[in-house]
């Protein structure tokens, strides 16, 4: 009784501003009828982790399963909605078609076709380039599965920080239909609908669709365009056929649609709002600069959009023997995307600059698995073939404007002209002689175009050999064979309306005057070719370059696990990861090393069913190398603009992970999820020559999220359940080279980029009696706290234009959704 009345106490501290705490007197009857689940369910959750069927407690893997439960208790329509709620991984969807992931500290932010993610995205198992299907909306999920750890293994490449395991749901025997819609803050619209039907007694049709709309919490200052938009539909059609009672065939469609615009960069600089022509001051003052969270947002890219297409189709047909049983996957994967955003963070002309990256690929995926067990062992072995064609082009548009503000920055033009720019230095002598020919505000647009082919070859086998009735040694190994081609094309700047003027000039024989107006500086012929070349992109112009490489690898894992009673088990494991080298798709001729990570760990997974509470812990220790990272570095040409270069550096980590999860009530369940982490460079220089080793990594020490939900029955003829969510972030830890990288903040700026970040969310819903109908309101990030989260420094060296990124303010909705 005493432990009951605790969690009475702390359910009421948790969820009683919005609810009363116990249930009315009419119900009590009703509360003492509903069955307690009985605390083993707790890890009853069946996953594939290990390209098995098994129990998730089973699994001798750290691991974080999202339920479907737990998405929609969040309202979440992709997984970079549930940042902060599963501690070890970080989702950075600033970029809808370029996400990042980050897992127990390692990630790849590069955007380019060239590298791929540390942190494998899978559904159903074919794995989802960054720029196609990493970041799609749930669309009718059974669960996420987040392994944490290598998985080179059991999953293969690009696997090296642990990979996402999406698996949806499969076509049963019974007819259901399920519709759902939200509305909410800012314009929010969502609606999604599913409908599966049973086609004979040996077939079935699962089809889904979503549409996922908003109006943008974020207006442009100057124009009142709405940023922050949601703008995405999906659909899934899932075909099911029992051709034998031994043999199956799945043939699944998808499609996702996102067309929104592009991310908000948030200028720092406060500049006139008449005044477009006004230079940003040089070089940028962070005592000076605006506070993102409340400072005016500007987009002058006329074309920004975040934009992207992808369809894919998988024919899945299995066969059950005696033995055990053979399973094909053939998998194809179509997407196009174009990603355009502003630069700079300003509407002035003269600090003007457009980024993006327009791309389009497709891939096949062959895997052939054969899997059985008996007494002695389970084992799984099978073969697999991936192939991908890809094509980017990266670009940058400026204008003349911007031109002379890079060239007064940098002092490229110093003792050329007497005023230290190009373009505005002949343009007022052209005016003041009353010449017809104006040379500012004319676009200028500088490009890279890549195309890559990838090929994969892999074969693996893992067998879990059942040396007692408790003692397990899993014994595992995959062999991988990379080949890629990568070419680079850096064509001669687009800028029409400049070289139209630039001809009449030459044909009026102005330029046979520069040496005159320059003092003997500058000659004709040197002007003219100094206006025409490449200044962003200047390496290798009018050339096609092209490298192609071969890495092999091979990746083991040794698990041993004991159960000490039938519900607590212990493991230890030693598994490598591996991920393939690749290039920078800016940077001809470059090339990086495969990345290679070693992790050692041990864990227990236990249930006390007579305290009715799960416990979970894992305590690790990797050694990474290679790691590839994007870094902001000088260029050695052209007017000095920084580009984003990939590098490889090395690090290690120990960490410890714990989950609790513990059903102190027959209607109350409290969740525990944290983590610890020290992650530091060893051996490794930055792309700004400072030696970072023994240095931290900027993954926080310590973040953890915790979960409550109680249930009230016979409220209305239904179930009442009030949930919350809570999700903290330590303090950032920054190194010598974190502020040039924009990952910390400049000393004197009136923000924050280290501060912990913590995030609440509440929902309550009602569900009648057999779950037909029900209704729920929500809120996300209750309190509206705000993060800076990253600065961009792209343009602030040349430019003296920074921007920032940051969190999302308060929302809230309500949500109808009924099935039959």
Avoid at 320 to 327: E, I, Q, R
Avoid at 566 to 578: R, T
Avoid at 590 to 605: D, I, M, R
Avoid at 723 to 739: A, E, L, P
């Amino acid at each position: 009784m005493r432990r009951n009345t605790l969690a009475a106490g702390i359910a009421c501290a948790l969820l009683a501003c919005l609810a009363p705490c116990g249930a009315p007197a009419q119900d009590a009857a009703a509360d003492q009828a509903a069955p307690k689940p009985p605390a083993t369910q707790l890890g009853q959750i069946t996953v594939t982790a290990q390209s098995r069927t098994q129990e998730m407690q089973d699994v001798p893997i750290a691991m974080d399963i999202l339920t479907t439960q737990q998405v929609e208790r969040v309202a979440a329509t992709d997984l970079s909605r549930m940042n902060l709620f599963v501690p070890s991984l970080v989702v950075d969807a600033d970029d809808a078609t370029q996400p990042t992931y980050r897992l127990r500290g390692i990630e790849t932010s590069d955007f380019g076709i060239g590298t791929d993610s540390a942190v494998g995205v899978y559904i159903d198992g074919v794995y989802q380039t960054r720029a196609g299907g990493a970041l799609l909306a749930f669309n009718d999920i059974a669960r996420v599965e987040v392994l944490k750890g290598p998985q080179g293994t059991l999953f293969g490449r690009n696997t090296a920080a642990g990979a996402i395991s999406i698996v949806t749901n499969e076509p049963g025997d019974k007819l259901e239909g399920k519709a759902r819609v939200r509305f909410g803050s800012y314009g929010r619209r969502y609606g999604d609908a599913l409908l599966n039907l049973p086609m004979g007694k040996d077939m079935a049709l699962r089809v889904s669709v979503l549409d996922n709309q908003s109006d943008g919490w974020i207006k442009d200052a100057a124009n009142g365009r709405h940023y922050g938009k949601d703008d995405e539909y999906g659909a899934r059609a899932v075909w099911r056929w029992d051709v034998t009672p031994d043999t199956r065939v799945l043939l699944a469609w998808n499609y996702d649609r996102v067309n929104q615009p592009s991310r908000l960069d948030v200028g720092l600089i406060p500049l006139s709002s008449t005044d477009l022509y006004q230079r940003p001051p040089f070089p940028a003052e962070p005592a000076h600069f605006y506070d993102p969270r409340h400072a005016p947002f500007f987009n002058d890219a006329g074309d920004g959009r975040e934009r992207r297409r992808y369809q894919s189709g998988t024919l899945t047909v299995d066969h059950a023997f005696d033995w055990g049983s053979l399973a094909s996957i053939t998998a194809w994967t179509g997407y196009d995307m174009s990603h355009i955003e502003d630069g700079d963070g300003t509407d002035h002309v003269t600090s003007h600059l457009d980024t993006g990256v327009i791309g389009r690929g497709h891939t096949w995926y062959q895997e052939f698995k054969l899997s059985g067990n008996n007494d002695l062992a389970d084992w799984v072995a099978g073969a697999s073939l991936y192939t991908e064609h890809a094509a980017q082009t990266s670009l940058a548009r400026v204008n003349t404007d911007t031109y002379d503000t890079l060239v007064l920055n940098t002092g490229a033009a110093q003792g050329l002209t007497p005023d230290g720019t190009l373009f505005g230095y002949f343009d007022s002598l052209l005016q003041s002689f009353g010449l017809p020919y104006r040379l500012l505000g004319d676009p200028w647009t500088e490009t890279v175009s890549n195309k890559g082919r990838f090929n994969a070859y892999a074969a693996y086998g893992d067998v879990i050999w059942h040396l007692s009735d408790r003692l397990n040694l899993t014994t595992g190994l995959r062999y991988t064979i990379d080949k890629k081609y990568f070419d680079w094309y850096t064509p001669t700047r687009y800028a029409p309306e400049l070289d139209a003027t630039l001809d009449r000039m030459q044909a009026a024989g102005l330029f046979d005057l520069v040496p005159i107006l320059t003092g003997g500086q500058l000659g004709g012929e040197q002007l003219r070719a100094i206006l025409t070349q490449n200044q962003i992109f200047p390496t290798a112009v009018g050339q096609t370059i092209a490298r192609s490489n071969r890495w092999t690898d091979l990746s083991p894992r040794v698990v041993l696990d004991y159960k000490f009673t039938p519900d607590v088990m212990g493991y230890a494991s030693l598994a490598k990861g591996y991920k393939a080298g690749g290039y920078n798709g800016v940077a001809p001729n470059s090339q990086f090393a495969p990345e290679k990570v070693w992790n050692l760990e041990t864990g227990v997974k236990s249930v006390f069913p007579e305290h009715d509470l799960l416990l979970n812990a894992s305590l690790y220790y990797y050694r990474y190398d290679d790691r590839q990272t994007l870094q902001l570095t000088p260029t050695s040409g052209g007017l000095n603009v920084p580009q984003y270069r990939v590098s490889n550096t090395n690090q290690e980590a120990k960490g410890f992970e714990l989950e609790a999860q513990w059903l102190p009530l027959e209607n109350l369940q409290l969740d525990f999820n944290g983590t610890y982490i020290d992650s530091r460079y060893r051996d490794a220089v930055a792309s700004s020559g400072i030696d970072v080793s023994g240095q931290p990594v900027d993954e926080p020490r310590v973040s953890f999220s915790l979960a409550a939900a109680y249930t009230w029955h016979g409220v209305a003829n239904g179930d009442l359940t009030l949930s919350g969510q809570y999700g903290y972030r330590g303090h950032k830890r920054c190194n010598d080279d974190s502020t040039y990288e924009g990952h910390c903040a400049l000393p004197g700026a009136p923000f924050d980029l280290t501060e912990a970040q913590q995030r609440t969310d509440l929902r309550l819903g009602w569900d009648a009696r057999g779950g037909r109908w029900g209704a729920a309101l929500f809120v996300n990030n209750l309190f509206d706290q705000r993060y800076v989260t990253d600065l961009g420094t792209v343009s602030q060296s040349v430019l003296g234009t920074p921007y920032a990124y940051v969190t999302p303010p308060r929302m809230w909705g309500m949500e109808l959704h009924a099935k039959f």
